[in-house]
């Protein structure tokens, strides 16, 4: 398996066994990490995104400013990254290629919010809209479609969200 986290200090990958395959050291906590189909791993740290090949080479990053924390990272299959950077008193949700272009933004405001506590994870759905998990207020998934217009609200989720293939919300 593949492990990131909170105060883990790495992204590596696991064996059955549990020993470590491989791993790269972070400068920070991680909060979303993913193996690319051509065997790069990708991951945001507190205060950006990055990709990375085997031999531990950055393949492509994005910095966030230095008042911002990057917490959502998803690869979206074609070259783009799903990427959610909070501010204070908002969160940016974007998607960036690596070439740094952006083809959709959109800001959430959260006027008590500071960088560290608005969100978690962030997952586009199948239908095109966002399913972004708030931390705020005991914990909120909210939906906004790509315009950043809230269309639904859930009573929980903190950490993380996703659209099932039935089109339920876990």
């Not at 790069?40 to 085997?54: I, L, Q, T, W």
């Not at 083809?103 to 239908?127: C, M, S, V, W, Y």
């Not at 931390?135 to 903190?158: N, S």
Request: glycine share 12%; with cysteine.
């Amino acid at each position: 398996f593949l492990k990131g986290g909170c105060g883990s200090g790495s992204v590596a990958i696991v064996a059955p066994d549990g020993s470590i395959e491989w791993e790269y050291k972070t400068p920070d906590e991680t909060s979303d990490t993913w193996l690319l189909p051509e065997g790069h791993v990708a991951f945001s740290f507190k205060h950006g995104a990055r990709e990375v090949d085997r031999g531990g080479a950055a393949v492509w990053e994005h910095v966030a400013p230095s008042n911002a924390e990057v917490h959502a990272c998803q690869p979206m299959g074609d070259g783009w990254f799903l990427l959610g950077e909070s501010h204070t008193g908002l969160s940016r949700v974007f998607e960036m290629n690596r070439a740094k272009q952006r083809r959709l933004e959109f800001e959430i405001p959260d006027p008590a919010g500071t960088p560290h506590n608005q969100f978690r994870q962030i997952r586009k759905t199948p239908q095109g809209t966002y399913l972004v998990t708030q931390m705020r207020g005991g914990g909120k998934v909210r939906e906004f479609d790509a315009r950043g217009k809230k269309v639904r609200e859930f009573a929980t989720g903190r950490y993380a969200a996703v659209r099932l293939p039935n089109g339920n919300t876990l």
